[in-house]
């Protein structure tokens, strides 16, 4: 049986973002915990929490990071534009 095709790239992008979003991990190790889990959020939030003992310090985005984020993402929900 072939594993799961990765979704399209904006599907892709989405879900790095979520992930990214739930859990602070960089985008890097977001799309590795996808990818491990087969594209399925579910299961890559089952890797993310099985592994966090074990990332280093700079898996996580760093303060400022998460705060430049949190207002792209606000202003995307202002103005009603999509991030990709």
Request: overall charge negative.
């Amino acid at each position: 049986m072939a594993p799961p095709a990765r979704p399209d790239i904006n599907t892709a992008h989405q879900m790095v973002l979520k992930l990214c979003e739930m859990t602070k991990l960089k985008l890097e190790y977001c799309e590795d915990c996808l990818d491990r889990g087969d594209w399925n959020m579910v299961r890559a939030s089952s890797i993310f929490s099985r592994y966090t003992p074990n990332l280093p310090p700079e898996a996580f985005l760093a303060a400022e990071q998460q705060s430049a984020e949190e207002k792209v993402k606000e202003v995307a929900r202002r103005t009603g534009l999509t991030l990709q």
